[in-house]
């Protein structure tokens, strides 16, 4: 496999759980990496920062909230000002806001559609345009296996998730023809703050539901983030590649 050095990897959600992951895999394979985090206490992120910069690691960390397009648009600004090109993109950021559909306010819609679905269009809006002018890049999106199957108390993210899987073949099929790819990867149950908010009951039926038995884990997420933009996957574009222990097939 190729190496990847000293290309820009931005990572949305990079501060912990999966988007974590990713920053070290592409960041051990010799990449500069940003990430974007949310939370205002910035221990996670600082924590991550720190890990890759004790690496040795040319890393940023920067609070974004990806649903504003005007935050998101400054931010990048900012990139290709420091570091003037964004070689890889991973739309990682994506938030829950779980309950059934008698019970879910026009807020907990607006706010999933915001972060998983808006802010994937901010960030590949932002990016595109030189990606193009270098007739080349990568784009992962993450997606979920509940954008394929539904879950239900999830009508908010299923759909935001779903979202994204057309939006990422909609995108493969636009920029193809100028060096770029998009691919989108969707996890199934991994272990992350995400899921360890999910009540025990709940956790019991998605073990029973995957025929490996067991939850995913971040870095098993991150390699195939990884694989898709290294030389190895270069005739891929437009798929979604479920990373999920067998639960959809
Ligand atoms: P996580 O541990 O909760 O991390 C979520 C990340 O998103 C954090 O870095 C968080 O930053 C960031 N974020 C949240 N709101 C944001 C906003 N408005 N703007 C920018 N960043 C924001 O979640 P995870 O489990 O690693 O999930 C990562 C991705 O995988 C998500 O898209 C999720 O939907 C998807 N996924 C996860 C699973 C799973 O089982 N865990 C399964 C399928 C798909 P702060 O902490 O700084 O707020």
Redesign the pocket.
Known sequence: MAPIDGRVVVI?????????AIAFKFAQEGARIVI????PD?S??RQTLNGLKDKGVVAEAH?????SYAAVDEWFKGIFERLERVDVLVN?????QDTLLMRMDEADWDAVLG??LK?VFNCTRAVVRSMIKERAGRIVN?????GQIGNPGQAN?AAS?AGVMGFTKTTARELAGRGIAVNGV??????????ARLPEKIKEEFLRQIPMGR??T?DE?AEVVYWLCSDAASYITGQIIHVNGGIYM
Do not use: L
């Open positions: 949305t959600g990079g501060s912990k759980g999966i988007g974590r974007g985090h949310y939370d910035e996670a992120a609070k974004v909230d990806v649903s990682n950021a994506g938030i829950t972060v998983n802010g993450i997606s979920s296996v509940v993210y998730k969707a996890p199934g149950f991994v272990d992350t703050e995400m899921t939850m995913g971040p997420v």
